[in-house]
Nanobody, 125 residues
């Protein structure tokens, strides 16, 4: 079983950028897709993007499309989420998680497990 550690959050002004990192440790890192999610106070967890390290397939939800970029570095067992043109409504705790199966192709929270502890992103105006 893998363990995931999300990092890179912080305070950023609207219009700025941040790159989050999801470091994976464990024997089976890279075997299943990794997804990025976020959860704002009082809201449900929202899927953003996912990447399959085996075939390189990427999926973005409409929320992430155009401003966020997911990538992976297999040598470092790390998946990144670059976020540009940040808005106040992007303020949330950001999580990464491993899919329950290699056939998962969309970042829906119910299809993921092994959640990292989350990293806070706060966007100020």
């Amino acid at each position: 079983e893998v363990q995931l550690q999300a990092s890179g959050g912080g305070l950023v002004q609207a219009g700025g950028s941040l790159t989050l990192a999801c470091a994976c440790s464990g024997y089976t890192c890279g075997e299943k897709p990794i997804g990025w999610f976020r959860q704002a106070p009082g809201k449900e967890r929202e899927g953003l993007a996912m990447i399959n390290g085996r075939d390189g397939k990427i999926f973005y939800t409409n929320t992430a499309k155009g401003r966020f970029t997911i990538s992976s570095d297999s040598a470092k067992n790390t998946v990144y989420l670059q976020m540009n043109s940040l808005k106040r409504e992007d303020t949330a705790v950001y999580y990464c998680a491993e899919a329950i199966s290699t056939i998962v192709v969309v970042p829906v929270a119910e299809f993921f497990r092994t959640w990292g502890q989350g990293t806070q992103v706060t966007v100020s105006s």
